[in-house]
């Protein structure tokens, strides 16, 4: 009776024990299938960082490349505006020089003066007044200016005071020459008026 109830508890303890030996071998298994999905889970959150890091570069890259193409097509539009622009001064010279091409006689002088003048007197007591002209006589015409002059005639108030010719010689078609002359005159006091004219011998 003894021996048999040894057995029973025996029994028992090793019905127990393989229990517990299942228990653990399972928590064990659950356990290496935990780490393995959290390995994986790991490693796939890593490829997604990865993945996410490369989109990221790429986006950067896009927008660097959309950057120069936005600059390209400024630098174009502005080199598009400025051509723009030179095409209208161009124009515009072309119709001038048309214009000017039109207004020539081709049979005539004309002379144009691009000229400067000023009253010059050295003290206050009016000594050596003058007239100082300075610039130059161009031919525009089509033919030759035969003795070309500057008519330069002085005034104070309403009375000539001094009169002169600046010979400038024959002008061919679209020649010029400089000037550069003091001109006396025999009055005391500032001019208060003075007329150059260009003239020819030309009929």
């Not at 097509?73 to 505006?81: D, G, K, R, V, Y």
């Not at 007239?131 to 309403?158: K, P, S």
Request: with cysteine; charged share 15%; net charge negative.
């Amino acid at each position: 009776m003894k021996l048999k109830i040894i057995l029973i508890a025996v029994t028992a303890v090793l019905v127990v024990s393989l229990a517990a030996n299942g228990n653990l071998y399972f928590l064990s298994q659950e356990r290496d299938s935990l780490a393995s999905n959290y390995n994986q889970q790991k490693q796939a959150t890593a490829e997604l960082q990865s993945q996410a890091a490369n989109l990221q570069n790429q986006t950067v890259n896009l927008q660097n490349q959309v950057a120069a193409l936005n600059d390209k097509a400024n630098n174009l539009q502005t080199e598009n505006s400025n051509l723009q622009n030179q095409n209208a001064e161009l124009q515009k010279e072309i119709e001038n020089l048309t214009e000017s091409a039109a207004n020539i006689p081709l049979n005539k002088p004309r002379l144009v003066t691009r000229l400067g003048a000023s009253n010059v007197i050295e003290s206050a007591h009016g000594n050596n007044p003058r007239l100082f002209v300075e610039g130059d006589v161009f031919n525009t015409g089509g033919a030759t200016a035969w003795n070309a002059t500057l008519h330069i005639t002085m005034f104070i108030g309403v009375k000539v005071v001094g009169e002169t010719f600046i010979a400038l010689g024959n002008m061919e078609p679209f020649s010029g020459c400089h000037i550069s002359r003091d001109i006396q005159y025999g009055a005391t006091g500032r001019l208060t008026n003075w007329t150059i004219i260009p003239e020819t011998s030309n009929p």
